[in-house]
């Protein structure tokens, strides 16, 4: 047992209060460090930024691809970057820091210094910015980097014969990854990352000379162009990066993913803001259950060590600076800033090779209220103080990186060869992570991978095209997976020839279970947690996934780089197009949009006109969806549906890969006049309050919601809140507790238009259900018995009231139609939270086109 981690905190808290002076007026007010009993996070709770993302910004994220990195051309490698106009409305020029037109010029100008910086590429923002992509190191030939590159190729798929190379450990270049400003309105890093470049090319030193002979260090300059500019945390899209891990959806988040495969960083920090002291991880429990996490936490605490050396040795003081010493959660918080959810950089990258990785939050708040309210100079100097701290974080990683250099790559071996080899994980305590102190229980956090999954597949079977993107997300992240040349049997179960095989005896075997596991249940483990604590792609995703938990794979196979295609079209007669899937709500949008006749059926499929065979089959092979042939003749004409919609930015991006037509509204929007001419749909999850719109504004939606045509959907409490306010349709709304998230069983009523074919799951963020139901409104599904909750954290309120058994049971989707004849849809689960779960947004899509 180690010590316990109340007394460490309690002893720090003490340490805290001893070192506190009166708090100058330019300091941060109340800002959490380290007696605070937890970090509050900035964005906690259900996303509530209303969406309002131009489509263009959407189109770029749902069609760009990252490029893959040049492997074979020596360095430095560089690039005449474009210089963007000058925008004198760039947020990050009041605060003296470099706007982002001011990023290529200079770093065209660090290229010329000499022969050690490199500029690369590595894709666009949502907005349609550059993301560049610095490396620094001592200059290598084609020969010397295509050598670099087979020993990275060796570390990671024959780590065994890794561990005995000479050459890795003698000349492999160790790689670092520092990532800036991926919060748009946490600007400094990218300021530090351009000074240590700069100083990184002119110095003469031999330490210098040899850091670059032994590292690789690649910056991401700014990963989020569009807030750097706009001054928003999120991008173009209203998307918060540092969540869309693993989902990435997004461009920014393809490009990290991209460098994190390519580069592989044995060490990685993420820059951000604002907690003051400077949070330094490590983090406080619960921690992921897939991490080699003895291994992580012996790199990750030192390193930490070491950065809080260096930045509270710059001299700043709380007296004379606002400036608190520097906080490690791990050691100095109990809960609440937890690395549980692979969804933050810092996070995903142990999966990628990474053992030590950090968030690091700079003191002083320069954004939000404090940029619009505080003085140029104030703020300025508040950016000069950051700025300084995450240059010293910097720096003291690369101290860290370069004098342990031999043992952290021989961990990131290990990391690998023991995924390869099917061991078990090596519980972490004070005797296997010597020199970390506190460590106990409540930091063992280990999993049972399973002998393999497997994704039964087969272009006319059920769910192929979900399958497919599965298959492709797997490959996207680098996990390896196999096709069946034969049909096999696996744990008593037979499979088809064709079906897809995680073997997970492979060296990223973390992140192919963090993708495809159904999780765990941690609501007993801590009271509170950062952000989301259940995900399972393999649940959510709309793909049957099989868990083998042990048996031996005797089958022939081939490797797959991308999913086998899935479209379909049947040579006679007309066609019948499932609506289980987003690609399938796309498809039929598509079709609407060209004008084909569609109707509805009675199972909600959609029937396509045999004539229209041409334009289904430019679908099928464009999206992978099946049209099956078929005699029925449909009952009612379905129409392109255009959607007022208040809604989170995730809901809006959702729906727009669906191929909805979508204009965001909101209370503001409608009392300053909405035409709702051709509105076929209003869906309400956000900020529509309807006591809350004047006299003309009321009567507007009013007669829409009378016409006949329009129809409601409503989400979580402000839809309830909505749905009660309009008195549309006789449902009590029940809250559960707002802070519980993760994938629950449901049970979805035989036949109900909105969710036939769905999956058993779902996924709830602040969940609801309704009681009291009136005349007439129809459950669609519910809550299963017992505990419903999967994976994930859900306790009940403190009062008893809120919790996952009061919810077992009950209506978790109900319709109906409203006393003036509108069709409406209420949801108490988040069938598109952050356009994560994929297999649930067909869900929406049924509800909004009726």
Known sequence: MGTPRTALVATAALAGTLLLAPTPATAVPGAPGRDSPRPLRAEEGRDTTAAEAPLSATANALTSTSPELAKDRGYPRRTALTVPPRNTADKSIKLGLAPYHSLAPRLNALQRLGNR???????????????????????ESARQTREQ????????????????????????????????????????????????????????DARTSGLLAKNRIHLNVTANPDGRIAGTRANANGFDLNRDFITATQPETRAIRRIAIDKQPAVMLDLHGYVNGTLIEPTTPPHGENYEYDLFLKNAYANAL????????????????????????????????????????????????????HTIEFPMTVNNKEYDTLPVGELRRRAAINTDIAGAAMRATLDYTYTHRTSVIADQIETFRRGAAGEAQRPVSEESVPGVPGIGPEDVYTTTFPRAYVIPAGKRQRGATAAARLVDHLVANDVRVERARKGF??????????????????????????????GRDISADVSTMYDISGWSLGLLWGARVDKAVSGELRVPTRTVHAASATGYVAPFGDLRLRLDDPKELAALNSLLAQGVKVRGAGDGSAIVPGSARGVAGVLADRLGVAFHATKAKGTVPLHRTRVAAAVTPGELFALREMGFDVTPVS??????????????????????????????????????????????????????????????????????????????????????????GAPAHSFVYAPGWFTGLGRGVRVEQSYAGGNPLVSGHWRANEDGTGGPKDAAGEASIVS???????????????????????????????????
């Open 667 to 756: 209370t503001a929007v409608l009392n300053t006049g909405f035409d709702w001419t051709g509105v076929g749909a209003l869906y309400v999850s956000g900020d529509l309050k309807y006591g809350k719109l004047d006299a003309r504004a009321r009567g507007a939606l009013d007669a829409f919601l009378a016409g006949g045509d329009g129809r409601v959907v409503a989400l979580g409490a402000q839809g309830a809140a909505f749905n009660s306010a309009a008195a549309l349709l006789a449902a009590t709304p029940v809250a559960g507790n707002a802070d519980a998230n993760g994938v629950v069983r449901v049970v979805n009523a035989p036949g109900a238009p909105v969710t036939a």
């Open 306 to 357: 070491g950065m809080e050396k260096a930045v509270n040795g710059l001299g700043y003081t709380p007296d004379k600076d606002g400036v608190q010493p520097a906080v490690i959660p791990f050691r100095d918080e109990k809960e609440g800033w937890d690395d549980w959810p692979p969804v933050f950089t810092p996070q995903y990258m142990p999966f990628q090779g990474a053992v030590a990785s």
């Open 816 to 850: 109906g139609v409203s006393r003036a004849g509108a069709p409406v849809v209420l949801f108490g689960t988040e069938p598109l939270f952050r356009a994560h779960p994929k297999g649930l947004f067909a869900q929406v899509g049924r509800a909004l086109l009726g």
């Open 117 to 139: 910086v490199s500029v690369e590429v590595a894709g666009h923002s949502a907005g349609g910015h550059e993301l560049y992509l610095v490396t620094v190191t001592a200059p």
């Open 149 to 204: 590159e087979r020993m990275r190729e060796v570390i990671e798929n024959a780590p065994t014969a890794a561990a005995k190379d000479g050459r890795i450990k003698a000349s492999y270049k160790t790689p670092v990854f520092i990532n800036n400003n991926i919060h748009g309105n946490e600007w400094e890093g990218t300021d530090a990352a351009l000074k240590l470049i700069e100083e990184l090319a002119k110095a003469k």
């Open 489 to 518: 049997r696996l744990a008593g179960r037979h499979y088809p020839a064709g079906s897809y095989i995680v073997d997970m005896r492979q060296p990223k075997r973390g992140i192919a279970n963090v993708i495809l596991a159904e």
